[in-house]
């Protein structure tokens, strides 16, 4: 069982990072390696699908969201970017997924569907824009899950349980690992990404307006997926996080019970509390007091025209 970053490195020295990590699920779960690729081939398409929908935009259930990928695809197609298609093509294959998310769509949860959009807005847009072999992204999938693995043993991955840095953060990590995978990085270059990704975005808080997974979730995955990008350059270029990966996850766990109830999922503090955050909040729970009262009106209908059948 690969439980720590050290000992990953140790295991890794001179091998395939991604054969390390199937190596491991294979003795620990008795999983095949063809069998996780397989898995993982199927969830690269579906990655690869979300996005193709998702750039068409559309309403989010809550009405917050949902065209931010139109928009910045039209505007990319128009020639009225100024980024690079790279970093272009991440941000909108981040807010495209996050985008099906809001609408209720298929997507792949990496690690969660709050943070879905990071990793494959990085991996396809790198595969896309430096002609990698798919297979060799469905391998650097590979790695990031095994990332995560090495990450949930320490913490939980969830908004609730330590702010979005538990979230988006450790989805960061995990796609700035597989990017200096895919990029021919060493496996410590990989370790040193993911470091570095996670590092800086500690303390980041979990604050959904109205409670739901639309503000700022869409557009936070589209800015951290270029964070990614970053890391993983620095990575690659030698640059290596003073602290140790494993001292950042505790840091963040640390960080995470210090954060207040209010900043951890729940819309009762930050954004979720601004004037603009507690009127959109107000409408929702209105909203669904409607719709409550309208499905009880409905039933008792349904209820009095019964009755008055039987009484026929």
Same mark, same amino acid.
């Given at each position: ?12 020295? =001179? ?16 999983? +095949? ?25 559309? !309403? ?18 128009? =020639? ?30 990496? +690690? ?21 072999? +798919? ?80 503000? +700022? ?51 009762? =503090? ?5 004037? !603009? ?36």
């Amino acid at each position: 069982m690969i439980d720590s970053f050290k000992k990953l490195g140790e295991l890794a020295q =001179g091998r395939d990072l991604a054969d390390v990590f199937l190596e491991s699920d294979a003795r620990e779960h008795g999983v +095949p390696a063809e069998q996780i690729i397989e898995a993982l081939t199927k969830r690269r398409q579906v990655m690869r699908d979300c996005i193709e929908r998702g750039k068409g935009g559309g !309403t989010s259930m809550g009405k917050l969201v949902g065209n931010e990928a139109k928009l910045l695809n039209e505007a990319f197609l128009a =020639g009225k970017t100024f980024l690079d298609p790279l970093t272009v093509k991440a941000e909108l294959y981040a807010l495209s997924v996050m985008g099906e998310n809001s609408r209720m769509g298929v997507i792949v949860a990496a +690690p969660t569907a709050g943070a879905g959009g990071v990793v494959p807005g990085m991996l396809l847009a790198l595969e896309e824009e430096r002609n990698v072999d +798919p297979a060799k992204t469905v391998r650097a999938l590979v790695v990031a899950g095994g990332v995560g693995s090495i990450v949930a043993l320490s913490a939980h991955i969830s908004g609730a349980a330590g702010g979005c840095q538990n979230e988006v953060g450790v989805a960061t990590a995990m796609g700035a690992a597989a990017v200096a995978y895919m990029m021919d990085g060493t496996p410590q270059q990989s370790i040193s990404a993911a470091a570095l990704a996670l590092k800086n975005t500690l303390g980041l808080v979990c604050d959904p307006v109205g409670g739901l997974v639309e503000v +700022p979730c869409v557009k936070r995955n589209a800015l951290f997926a270029v964070h990614g990008l970053t890391a993983a350059q620095l990575a690659l270029a030698g640059v290596e996080s003073v602290i140790p990966m494993d001292e950042v996850v505790e840091a963040m766990v640390r960080i995470g019970r210090a954060l207040p109830r209010g900043l951890k999922e729940t819309a009762e =503090g930050g954004l979720a509390t601004t004037a !603009t955050g507690c009127a959109i909040g107000d409408r929702l729970k209105d909203e669904a007091n409607q719709r409550r009262a309208q499905r009880a009106e409905e039933r008792e209908r349904l209820a009095h025209e019964r009755k008055a059948g039987v009484a026929s």
